[in-house]
Every structure is written in structure tokens, then in C-alpha cells.
């Protein structure tokens, strides 16, 4: 698929097939894609965390309590060190959020692109998640994603609503 039509047809899938474990090739490629991501001064600040494993899956799905969230059959947790970071020196500003979400949009569109769902999720619980990963209170905890395989009787929608281009656009 060409990357405009990727990026038109992409939607967050919440009905995932429990059964059908990703590839692991699948998966590879879809790490391989957040860790060729740009990042500030090429810093390259993040770390990705798949969780697989049954206990520590269940763990981790109580940072997020939706009942399709727990059907997948992985969780994808990207995180990053603002130590790593770049810093702006003009007034401090740090480049984390903003590498880690082009890391994170990269692996999204590669699921898309390898037939994966994905869903973006920045509303879980930090403490919860933290905890169950064990990570250090300096680890920035960015955003989850389940991955996996879309149910049979998913379809998309194709209805996706944006603002037009003449209000989001601006020429001078």
C-alpha cells in the first residue's frame, strides 16, 4: 500500500482475535520501524517494551480497563529516558514526547501496513503500568498500544472525520 493511502485508511482497531498470536517476523518489522524513526540530535531516547508474557500481560491490563484492551495478544509500551533527550539551550525545551510519538506513529502505520491492529493509548495509569513493568519513576511513560491481529468480524469504518484543509492550513 502506498504511504497516503496507509496513512487514509489507518484506523484504531478495538477487536482483536485473543487467539491468534503475532508473527514474530510481523512484530520485528514493526519494532524495526520506531527504532529507524528520527529523532532530535539523533538521540534516539526511547525504549520499547512488548509485553507477551501471560502474567505479565494480565499486570499490565490493569493500567487500562477496557475489555477489548485485553483480547490482544501483546502490548507495545514506549517509553523514553528525557535524560537522553535532546535539549533545546535557547529555553530548555525537551524533545521526548515529541520523539517518542514519531517512533510511536512509525510502528502504528507499520501494524496498519502489516494487517495488525492498533490502538494510540495515552490513558492509562502511570503508576499502575510503572509498577507493573517495574520501571524507575525516571522513566517517562509516553503511550501503550495492543497489537494484534483484528477479529474476523471487524470492518472498518472508512469514515474518518478531519477538519478541512483550509482551516488547518495556513500560506504566507
Known amino acids: 500500500m502506498d504511504c497516503a493511502e496507509l496513512i487514509r485508511s489507518r484506523e484504531s482497531v478495538r477487536s482483536y482475535d485473543p487467539a491468534r498470536s ?3 517476523e510481523v512484530l520485528l518489522r514493526i519494532l ?3 527504532r529507524l524513526a528520527p529523532s532530535a540530535a539523533n538521540r534516539q531516547p526511547w525504549q520499547f517494551i512488548v ?3 501471560p502474567e505479565t500481560l ?3 491490563r490493569a493500567c487500562y480497563h477496557r475489555e477489548w484492551f485485553h483480547k490482544a495478544p501483546c502490548v507495545l509500551v514506549v517509553t523514553g529516558s528525557r535524560d537522553l533527550a535532546w535539549k533545546r539551550a535557547s529555553d530548555g525545551y525537551c524533545s521526548i514526547e515529541t520523539d517518542l510519538a514519531i517512533a510511536m506513529d512509525h510502528m502504528i502505520l507499520t501494524a496498519e501496513n502489516e494487517g495488525v491492529g492498533a490502538c494510540w493509548i495515552a490513558a492509562f495509569d502511570p503508576v499502575v503500568l510503572r509498577q507493573a513493568l517495574n520501571l524507575p519513576h525516571d522513566t517517562c511513560l509516553f503511550a501503550i498500544t495492543p497489537l494484534g491481529y483484528p477479529e ?3 470492518s472498518k469504518k472508512g469514515t474518518k472525520t478531519r477538519k478541512p484543509m483550509d ?3 495556513t500560506f504566507v
Open 32 to 34: 524495526e520501524a520506531g
Open 58 to 60: 494480565g499486570k499490565v
Open 22 to 24: 503475532l508473527d514474530r
Open 152 to 154: 474476523a468480524a471487524y
Open 51 to 53: 509485553v507477551e508474557h
Open 167 to 169: 482551516e488547518v492550513v
